[in-house]
């Protein structure tokens, strides 16, 4: 298994509030890995500045074929994450993510299995 490389994220993205899923304006069918975190800053703030690691509390790393389709699973429904989803929008929290690209699943789940084991 490869080292750990420097992972260049795109930048936090505002994903769902308590009434609203926020679809994204460019194409994310690509494989990669993902964060999932909270942030309370207000909707207001959000748009009128990026969001850094300090403004959100990361909540999961995950991987997918498809970055889109998980993102949307989350955003929509909360998927397996549907209960720390809820309780975290219902206390006035929006989901937050972002992304890095991947070539295959391969690699993407290299990425996340090399995270877990730093971070879990």
Request: glycine residues 6%.
């Given at each position: 298994?490869?080292?750990?490389?420097?992972?260049?994220?795109?930048?936090?993205?505002?994903?769902?509030?308590?009434?609203?899923?926020y679809?994204?304006?460019?194409?994310?069918?690509?494989?990669?890995?993902?964060?999932?975190?909270?942030?309370?800053?207000?909707?207001?703030?959000?748009?009128?500045?990026?969001?850094?690691?300090?403004?959100?509390?990361?909540?999961?790393?995950?991987?997918?074929?498809?970055?889109?389709?998980?993102?949307?699973?989350?955003?929509?429904?909360?998927?397996?994450?549907?209960d720390?989803?809820?309780?975290?929008?219902?206390?006035?929290?929006?989901?937050?993510f972002?992304?890095?690209?991947?070539?295959?699943?391969?690699?993407?789940?290299?990425?996340?299995?090399?995270?877990?084991?730093?971070?879990?």
């Amino acid at each position: 298994m490869k080292k750990l490389k420097n992972i260049h994220w795109e930048e936090w993205e505002l994903l769902a509030t308590k009434k609203r899923y926020y679809t994204q304006g460019y194409e994310l069918d690509v494989p990669g890995c993902y964060l999932l975190g909270i942030t309370d800053l207000s909707k207001s703030e959000i748009k009128n500045y990026e969001l850094d690691d300090d403004d959100v509390q990361t909540l999961y790393i995950g991987e997918s074929v498809s970055i889109m389709n998980r993102l949307n699973s989350y955003g929509e429904t909360g998927s397996h994450k549907k209960d720390i989803i809820d309780y975290h929008l219902k206390k006035g929290f929006k989901l937050c993510f972002r992304i890095y690209e991947t070539r295959n699943k391969k690699e993407a789940q290299e990425i996340e299995y090399q995270f877990l084991m730093k971070y879990d």
